[in-house]
């Protein structure tokens, strides 16, 4: 089955600068991506995905990049901010055609700290 | 509010009882999933329902644990005789079968004393 690896584990940052977060995953079928941002006593709060038909996808501040062939995607966050503080988590399905997508398989998360 | 709730939020339990709770999904939402997250851990999934029909378990999912989506719409899962190692957050989460794109609840936090 789908394995997915997350690092780093936790990572502090100055307010203003990027935050970079990496995932890989084992199986090749997997063709979704999405990301989530999870703070605390509250589920996971879905905050970008990309499906593998694409390399990169930008939403303001926040942009993920895949690289099928390496089995790897990263979220970025620029000119980060306080409330971006948070645990991250990244995830893998895939979505045959015949019977829709399956389970997400998640990263053990990151917890990311943004330093006023 | 129409996202995902779950019920009850908090629930603490002596070892051996049994416990159940909600989950309503988004209306129009046809999948309807289980996950249980432990403490510094991602979210691992349960159990996973198309309408009324349950689809998908977990080997994580002992014979302990039953869940149902009796008209397709809202969700229980029981536990019983809980244990200690049942102490998680229980989250749901819904999608349309057509897209990917899964949408969590707040969970519901078990301990087991």
């Known amino acids: 089955g789908e394995n997915v690896e997350q690092h780093p584990s936790t990572l502090s940052v100055q307010e203003g600068d990027s935050a970079v977060i990496k995932c890989t995953y084992s199986d090749s079928a997997s063709n979704y991506f999405p990301w989530y941002k999870q703070e605390l006593g509250k589920g996971p709060q879905l905050i970008i995905d990309?499906?593998?038909?694409?390399g990169e996808k930008k939403d303001q501040r926040i942009a993920v990049t895949l690289n099928k062939t390496a089995k790897h995607f990263s979220l970025h966050i620029t000119e980060t901010q306080p409330e971006d503080s948070a645990v991250y988590f990244c995830a893998a399905s895939s979505d045959p055609l015949t019977t829709g997508n399956t389970p997400l398989v998640f990263g053990k998360g990151t917890r990311l700290s943004v330093i006023a | 509010d129409t996202g995902v709730s779950q019920n009850p939020r908090h629930k603490i339990t002596k070892r051996g009882q049994n416990v159940t709770f909600r989950c309503d999904p988004i209306?129009?939402?046809?999948?309807l999933y289980w996950y249980r997250q432990t403490l510094g851990q991602g979210p691992e999934f349960l159990t996973y329902?198309?309408?009324?029909?349950?689809?998908?378990k977990s080997r994580l999912l002992s014979d302990r644990f039953s869940a149902e989506r009796p008209k397709g719409s809202f969700s229980t899962l029981e536990i019983q005789r809980t244990e200690q190692g049942d102490s998680a957050m229980y989250l749901c989460a819904s999608s349309f079968w057509e897209g990917n794109e899964q949408f969590f609840g707040p969970g519901t936090r078990l301990t087991v004393l």
């Open positions: 990309i499906r593998s038909n694409v």
């Open positions: 209306s129009e939402h046809n999948r």
């Open positions: 329902f198309q309408n009324e029909a349950q689809l998908e």
